[in-house]
């Protein structure tokens, strides 16, 4: 059995605005998946409204996400958090170049 | 609603060998753990023979896992892979700091 190893900071999106996502491992329950934001901001009045829970994890750069009761939660390297299903949340904004890990668990 | 935000990379354990891990995230289909590796070795003859399936990327360090039929997998900080249910498997060594970040997936 041979193993297929990648690389998370590997085959980056190039230029300097957007946001980018990448599936790493898919199950029927679970969904993995790398989001690369460059200087990214939710369009405006957006806001995420998942059916799944998700837990996070800043892994490169730094932002901000902004919660319907206008909450902000400043995230850094290294810092997670669990979102469950049906908070409303979007991204503030990011660091020129915020790479994030996601799971997302039906 | 005030959220929990917490970093991955503080508390780590005090010393210089063995393992620690911490669960980040639990619910009834998955968990998600760090594992950090002090110069660590499974146990001569040991094999994880895990029920459930395992994606496991390294955030910090690097070490090499080894497999029941003689594959030796090199991993560096960024590097994930993908661990099927009963693959047979152990680390073979970490450096003197391994961060891994574990999703288990029953």
């Known amino acids: 059995m041979s193993f297929a190893v990648k690389n998370l900071f590997a085959n980056l999106p190039a230029g300097t605005s957007g946001e980018d996502s990448l599936t790493l491992f898919e199950s029927p329950?679970?969904?993995i998946t790398r989001i690369v934001s460059l200087a990214y901001s939710s369009p405006a009045g957006f806001w995420?409204?998942?059916t799944e829970d998700e837990w996070v994890i800043?892994?490169?750069?730094?932002g901000a996400l902004e919660f319907a009761d206008?909450?902000?939660v400043e995230l850094k390297a290294g810092d997670y958090l669990a979102l469950p299903r049906h908070v409303k949340h979007r991204v503030a904004r990011t660091s020129a170049e915020t790479i994030?890990?996601?799971v997302q668990v039906t």
């Open 29 to 31: 329950n679970v969904k």
């Open 48 to 50: 995420y409204d998942q």
């Open 58 to 62: 800043v892994l490169r750069g730094g």
């Open 70 to 72: 206008g909450e902000i």
């Open 100 to 102: 994030w890990l996601a």
